[in-house]
């Protein structure tokens, strides 16, 4: 039987890694993932005692299953043949022939595997335990605009199926985890979460992250602004990143970007001609990627 690979988005995160590793599980396929994990991860599968998945250079020869992603800008490349997605953003894609693709707007890819496979995650608390950790990471232990009742709902069922019943004691811990940007390159930073996007035509980056203490970032801020400012020289329209503060339900970015055109897209006063800030806790799939691209359509 020809190989199967199940691969998440350039830059993976714990969702993207989790869903990998449980539906290629199920299927008898083979996870992978197209770059390193980050410390998020890392603490999850070293807790669960999994191992992490082979990094896949190219996808050259390869069927790939894609999950939580189907832009074609945030595949490990294009050379693969896609043949199924599972995926909680919108769609932004074209294939040749039909393929099986479930999207569902959920706050993770982790909601929707164990929605589709509920008696096989149930019965193995190892891939209960990793889809938990991949809904609480990515709905930002629940506070995200994201999270839906049925995010909810599933986590609880999972939560009893893997036996961690505190959940957002275990977030902290997973954030925590991640959080902490002292001593790090800040390049490093940027490229752990970054997503790439065509945005009428215009090359955009976003990174993002979550963390508990915001001090640490904005002393880092002439540095942040520097890393995104050389990727903006780099081609790119704009280059931003997004933090959030989960502690305090905060949230800033920073920009390399016409001014006006973030002003426009956001709805705030830009503070130095570069910060954005916002009183709550903000998604880049749902409060930063749509205002953007409805600003660069316009012009």
Same mark, same amino acid.
């Not at 490349?77 to 997605?85: F, S, T």
């Not at 992250?209 to 704009?238: F, H, P, T």
């Not at 959030?244 to 897209?265: G, H, V």
């Given at each position: 039987?020809?190989?199967?690979?199940?691969?998440?988005?350039?830059?993976?995160?714990?969702?993207?890694?989790?869903?990998?590793?449980?539906?290629?599980?199920?299927?008898?396929?083979?996870?992978?993932?197209?770059?390193?994990?980050?410390?998020?991860?890392?603490?999850?599968?070293?807790?669960?005692?999994?191992?992490?998945?082979?990094?896949?250079?190219?996808?050259?020869?390869?069927?790939?299953?894609?999950?939580?992603?189907?832009?074609?800008?945030?595949?490990?490349?294009?050379?693969?043949?896609?043949?199924?997605?599972?995926?909680?953003?919108? #769609?932004?894609?074209?294939? /040749?022939?039909? *393929?099986?693709?479930? =999207? @569902?707007?959920?706050? &993770?890819? +982790?909601?929707?595997?164990?929605?589709?496979?509920?008696?096989?995650?149930?019965?193995?608390?190892?891939?209960?335990?990793?889809?938990?950790?991949?809904?609480?990471?990515?709905?930002?232990?629940?506070?995200?605009?994201?999270?839906?009742?049925?995010?909810?709902?599933?986590?609880?069922?999972?939560? #009893?199926?893997?036996?961690? /019943?505190?959940? *957002?004691?275990?977030? =902290? @811990?997973?954030?925590? &985890?991640? +959080?902490?940007?002292?001593?790090?390159?800040?390049?490093?930073?940027?490229?752990?979460?970054?997503?790439?996007?065509?945005?009428?035509?215009?090359?955009?980056?976003?990174?993002?992250?979550?963390?508990?203490?915001?001090?640490?970032?904005?002393?880092?801020?002439?540095?942040?602004?520097?890393?995104?400012?050389?990727?903006?020289?780099?081609?790119?329209?704009?280059?931003?990143?997004?933090?959030?503060?989960?502690?305090?339900?905060?949230?800033?970015?920073?920009?390399?970007?016409?001014?006006?055109?973030?002003?426009?897209?956001?709805?705030?006063?830009?503070?130095?001609?570069?910060?954005?800030?916002?009183?709550?806790?903000?998604?880049?799939?749902?409060?930063?990627?749509?205002?953007?691209?409805?600003?660069?359509?316009?012009?």
């Amino acid at each position: 039987m020809e190989d199967i690979y199940v691969i998440g988005h350039k830059s993976p995160d714990t969702d993207s890694v989790v869903s990998a590793i449980v539906y290629a599980g199920i299927k008898g396929y083979k996870p992978a993932i197209s770059g390193k994990i980050n410390a998020e991860t890392d603490f999850i599968l070293s807790k669960l005692e999994v191992s992490v998945p082979e990094i896949m250079t190219s996808a050259e020869g390869k069927k790939l299953v894609l999950v939580d992603h189907n832009e074609p800008s945030q595949r490990v490349d294009e050379k693969g043949e896609v043949i199924e997605i599972i995926d909680h953003h919108k #769609a932004s894609m074209s294939f /040749s022939s039909p *393929i099986p693709i479930r =999207i @569902e707007p959920l706050g &993770a890819t +982790s909601t929707l595997i164990a929605k589709m496979y509920p008696n096989e995650v149930k019965g193995n608390p190892i891939w209960a335990g990793l889809l938990l950790s991949g809904i609480i990471s990515d709905t930002i232990i629940f506070k995200s605009p994201t999270t839906t009742q049925e995010d909810r709902d599933v986590a609880a069922n999972l939560s #009893a199926a893997c036996g961690i /019943s505190d959940m *957002i004691s275990y977030g =902290i @811990e997973m954030k925590k &985890a991640n +959080s902490a940007i002292a001593g790090r390159e800040i390049n490093d930073v940027l490229q752990t979460d970054m997503k790439e996007f065509d945005m009428s035509g215009r090359k955009v980056s976003i990174s993002a992250a979550e963390v508990v203490d915001m001090s640490e970032v904005e002393a880092r801020k002439a540095e942040i602004l520097s890393c995104l400012n050389e990727l903006k020289n780099e081609g790119r329209e704009a280059a931003l990143f997004a933090v959030a503060d989960i502690i305090n339900e905060k949230s800033l970015i920073y920009f390399a970007a016409d001014k006006d055109i973030m002003e426009k897209a956001f709805g705030v006063q830009a503070e130095d001609g570069n910060t954005l800030r916002f009183a709550s806790v903000i998604s880049r799939k749902k409060q930063v990627v749509p205002p953007l691209e409805e600003a660069f359509k316009s012009l």
